[in-house]
């Protein structure tokens, strides 16, 4: 196309094309030879001529490029910006829209959030999408997927900016982790409270199924699309649902039928969906049919019991719940729950074993109810209150032993009395009118007793620190590490004031210095233990106290890479522990943990060894052969004897750690199985069992990817690793898959080359130097020394692609290299790489 | 703004102005809808076709209220949307991925780049240019070989559209079309 025709040539060639189109082949030319046109034109007409008898190109653009239009689809709007954020990857469509991954490319901090683009038409909704949107913002609740920002993009599709959650629909979750019942109705009970909330907030949901309910892989249910289906209403009728949108087998009789969407429709939902996750099916129908089915199925008014399916629940038991189903779903919205929170409250009862309200209350029911109060201790089985009880121990405990010490003997029980008291009176009068109705929850009664210390023990600050010291532990343990440093730091200011119960303050300070460990502030937990140390009496009493002084102040010190300290508080601590005698069990075992680990930090790796051994020997003696801080010490031994270079004994520790968690957790995979599972893929790879090694680094990663996901470090890691091993035993085709793409997330410079060569290798080569130009200066130098493999990997994998004198240079230099991995790198792989070479690849 | 974004904007407008029936509003809606069809179309895993997916598209928009002359007059119009979408891809794809300041190139990208259809986007792009050029030359041209590629229109109704008879339109399809192939050499 390098010279044009104007509008007067094409029409010469348009009339003479229109004449011989349809002509035959040896009229066109005849006529062509004879018509002297323009070389220009000439040449125009015999190749739209010639065109024109192949028929080549077809008519219609989608069958042209079929793969464009699918790849359009796929990542149609990937890559564009919608106010802050960009899209980066399409999660889903469906009926109400498109949801993306999207990343904020604005401010200072980086986030991930999902975006909703509505398929609805802006001009639809423009009048309430406002209004509604902010109405949604308000939602903040750990359970509801937050609605964080909203707008319209610049083909004015309207969208919500969301929080962005990581989980499985509520069905599979309950599936693939093999939920008990009782679980799958704990579940529901999270889902409820959630719903309950943004009803006292004024938004109903409408579209509640397994779809919109995620669960993150620590348990967290998260409900997505709150008042979506609201908002995607027609105007005019909003509160009916749109029944195009609807999912008919979630849906509620009223929207069925076109009628106003309430609260109760939610209460429906929830019984619906509690329903099918016991049972697998639909209340009213056995199998998902046609809308005019199910409507006759409910008009029949009554859903099938539960009775015959296998729930794993008997009797009565398994009749309560049935009752609170079938209140839940009835037909009419009137009889059912007024409320959410009614339901989830009688869900609730039937968790704890008590009688519902939704079957009649017998004399045996109204009994039920009396001891209802009592139940609530039992029932409440929550990390905090175990903690919160836990606490409570101490605080009699440190009593018993104020005894011993007549001065102040008798001041310290009526305190410990006192503490004791007022805890009981937290848990007697449970608050119910603050949560509107509901047995107040673990954390709430927490709140609740906190509030309390400042109003009714002003006048008694011993007693309230201890309180706060209790329920400041009590949060640490809940990882609410803010809280906890405010009533550890007000606990110690008013113990500061009191000056009379120095052992008591130090064990604040202890606590508060604790805490700081947590929030990472090293320096200000050693300064805090020093300080507590310093408090203690210089007669030998306060033992327990002074060695969980040290002990921490031990950790401290190791994190601070302090060794000696580290190494004289431990021993002191280590004493301290040995002469409580049994009592001093526990901390000996964790103490011994901790020297052996200073041991190993400055590089004494058989003192170390001798340490864990005496760890070990001090857990099994404390806790029987199957326990999971057993296995932990199996595990660290192993590390030693790997590091020690003796391959055989890390192996069987390893293995044995694997066998003890198994035992321990009841399952293969439990997040502690990681540390074993990877040590030993190490220590097998440099045994030179590599296959087994590979398979180790499997499992690793299965582990890694279930509990941290995809993105964890330690998932990229060990995939990292498996693609190196893959590399050098020369698989590179293997390889590449294990690397995917984690090359970028990692920014490992030798991944990168990695990548370049094996797509070198591969024959890919107009890639691999979009691979090579990201390699910083100098990562292909070769330099003389050649220590490890680390610095090594490079070159071997460019090695693979060079000239057979090249690589037999490399085998020489290779010889005496120590890495078992290097040794089979030149044996086997090198000598045979042969494909990647004689192409002529451009450098 | 990107660059992407300047491109469009600029499109969009050259657009109005060749169309003035047609509210920018009004376009942005059917290039959503043309969108959703394609999605749907590919979802039932049928093949791709350009005529099904323009009537569905009318009979989709019919539940609105836009005026249309005639289902014909809208497949016109849809035959533009469509060329711009696919056009707009086509581009989009085909601008290089790693410019200045962009971080190094992902290993999802290099994916992208092994598998995906490289050649139809140079084809589609040059049947746009060649496109144009005849527009240049034979403006009804340009229409009629859009409404039959792009739109899937038959001879009947691009007729009816552009009110001319229906050998003219044979005609002129063949024209185009020899004209299209003969630059894509």
Request: net charge negative.
């Amino acid at each position: 196309m390098s010279s044009k025709l104007d509008a007067s040539q094409w029409n010469l060639v348009r009339s003479w094309f229109d004449q011989l189109a349809d002509a035959p082949l040896q009229d066109q030319q005849d006529t062509l030879a004879q018509a002297s046109l323009e070389p220009l034109m000439q040449e125009k007409l015999e190749r739209m001529l010639a065109a024109h008898r192949s028929q080549r190109f077809a008519d219609d653009a989608l069958a042209q490029a079929p793969e464009l239009v699918a790849a359009l689809t796929e990542e149609e709007r990937v890559g564009e910006m919608l106010g802050a954020y960009e899209l980066t990857e399409l999660l889903g469509a469906g009926g109400m829209g498109e949801v993306y991954r999207a990343e904020r490319r604005e401010g200072d901090f980086a986030q991930t959030v999902a975006i909703k683009l509505l398929s609805v038409p802006l001009r639809e909704l423009r009048l309430r999408f406002s209004q509604e949107r902010q109405l949604l913002a308000r939602l903040e609740h750990p359970s509801i997927a937050r609605v964080i920002d909203g707008g319209k993009s610049a083909d004015d599709v309207p969208y919500l900016v969301m929080e962005f959650v990581q989980g499985r629909p509520l069905d599979r979750y309950c599936e693939e982790e093999a939920l008990s019942p009782r679980a799958r109705v704990d579940l529901m009970l999270q889902v409820a409270d959630a719903v309950a909330y943004a009803h006292r907030r004024l938004v109903v949901h409408r579209d509640i199924k397994p779809a919109n309910v995620l669960v993150t892989n620590n348990g967290q249910v998260k409900l997505m699309d709150f008042g979506i289906a609201k908002l995607l209403d027609p105007e005019g009728r909003a509160e009916q649902t749109n029944l195009g949108l609807l999912t008919p087998a979630a849906a509620a009789p009223e929207q069925l039928l076109g009628q106003n969407s309430t609260t109760g429709t939610d209460v429906f939902q929830l019984g619906l969906l509690t329903y099918y996750l016991l049972t697998g099916r639909h209340p009213y129908l056995d199998d998902a049919q046609d809308l005019s089915a199910l409507l006759e199925a409910m008009r029949q008014g009554v859903p099938k019991p539960m009775g015959r399916q296998r729930l794993g629940i008997r009797g009565s038991v398994r009749a309560d719940l049935d009752a609170v189903l079938a209140k839940a779903l009835r037909v009419d919205p009137d009889a059912r729950y007024p409320s959410v929170e009614m339901l989830a409250e009688d869900l609730g009862r039937w968790r704890r074993g008590e009688s519902v309200s939704a079957r009649k209350l017998g004399w045996l029911g109204a009994a039920g109810r009396w001891t209802k109060r009592n139940r609530l201790l039992a029932g409440v089985s929550s990390a905090a209150l175990l903690a919160l009880v836990a606490g409570f121990g101490t605080a009699l405990w440190q009593a018993r032993e104020a005894r011993t010490q007549l001065a102040i003997a008798e001041q310290n029980a009526a305190r410990a009395d006192r503490v004791a008291e007022f805890l009981v009176s937290v848990f007697g009068a449970a608050n119910t009118f603050d949560t509107g109705g509901r047995e107040p929850t673990a954390s709430e009664l927490l709140d609740q007793g906190i509030a309390r210390i400042d109003q009714e023990l002003a006048e008694e600050p011993a007693v309230a620190a201890r309180l706060l010291i209790t329920m400041g532990v009590t949060l640490r343990t809940q990882n609410q590490h803010e809280r906890a440093a405010a009533l550890l730091g007000k606990a110690v200011s008013l113990l500061r004031q009191e000056l009379s119960d120095a052992p008591q303050l130090a064990r604040a300070l202890g606590e508060l210095a604790w805490v700081e460990v947590y929030r990472d502030q090293l320096n200000a937990a050693a300064d805090l233990l020093t300080e507590a140390l310093a408090l203690l009496p210089a007669e030998q009493t306060q033992i327990p106290l002074r060695a969980q002084l040290l002990q921490r102040r031990t950790v401290v010190y190791i994190n601070l890479d302090l060794l000696e300290e580290a190494e004289q508080d431990g021993a002191a601590s280590g004493q301290y522990y040995r002469s409580l005698g049994n009592e001093g069990l526990d901390g000996l075992a964790s103490l011994e943990s901790l020297r052996a680990t200073i041991a190993r930090e400055q590089g004494k790796l058989p003192v170390a060894r001798t340490r864990f051994v005496a760890a070990l020997d001090a857990r099994r003696q404390r806790l029987g052969p199957d326990h999971h801080l057993v296995a932990l010490m199996l595990n660290n031994l192993a590390t030693v004897d790997y590091e020690l270079g003796d391959y055989a004994s890390a192996v069987a520790g390893f293995e044995q750690a694997i066998e003890v968690n198994t035992a321990y957790f009841g399952v293969a995979d439990h997040w502690q199985h990681y540390s074993p599972w990877i040590g030993l893929a190490r220590t097998l790879r440099q045994a030179g069992r590599f296959d087994e090694s590979l398979a180790a680094l499997d499992t690793t990663i299965e582990i890694t990817r279930k509990h941290r996901g995809d993105e964890h470090w330690a998932t990229l890691q060990a995939r990292a690793t498996k693609a190196e091993l893959l590399w050098l035993l020369g698989r590179p085709e293997q390889a590449l898959r294990a690397q995917e793409d984690i090359t970028e997330k990692l920014r490992l410079d030798s991944n990168w080359l990695c990548l370049a060569v094996a797509l070198e290798h591969l024959d890919r080569w107009h890639n691999a130097p979009q691979a090579r130009h990201s390699l910083p200066e100098g990562a292909c130098a070769v330099g003389e020394n050649l220590p490890s493999l680390s610095q090594l990997r490079p070159m071997l994998l460019l090695a693979m692609t060079q000239s057979d004198n090249e690589r037999r240079r490399w085998q020489q230099r290779l010889a005496d290299h120590p890495d078992p991995l290097v040794t089979h790198f030149r044996r086997s792989v090198l000598p045979s790489a042969t494909s990647a070479n004689g192409r002529g690849a451009p450098r | 703004m990107s660059e992407e974004n300047a491109d469009l904007g600029a499109e969009t407008a050259a657009f109005g102005a060749a169309d003035p029936a047609l509210s920018e509003q009004t376009y942005r809606e059917l290039r959503l809808l043309a969108r959703a069809q394609l999605r749907r179309q590919l979802k039932t895993g049928g093949t791709l076709n350009t005529t099904a997916l323009v009537h569905e598209a009318y009979l989709k928009l019919g539940e609105g209220q836009h005026s249309w002359a005639s289902p014909t007059h809208f497949y016109a119009t849809m035959a533009k949307v469509m060329r711009h979408i696919l056009i707009d891809a086509a581009r989009r794809r085909a601008r290089p991925k790693h410019g200045a300041g962009r971080p190094p190139v992902a290993m999802q990208e290099l994916k992208v780049e092994l598998t995906d259809a490289s050649s139809e986007i140079v084809d589609l792009l040059a049947i746009d240019a060649a496109l144009r050029e005849l527009g240049k030359l034979e403006p009804r041209l340009e229409r009629v070989a859009e409404m039959r590629f792009f739109g899937g229109l038959e001879v009947a109704d691009v007729a009816e559209v552009l009110g001319v008879s229906t050998p003219t339109v044979k005609r002129d399809t063949a024209a185009a079309r020899a004209f299209i192939a003969a630059e894509l050499k």
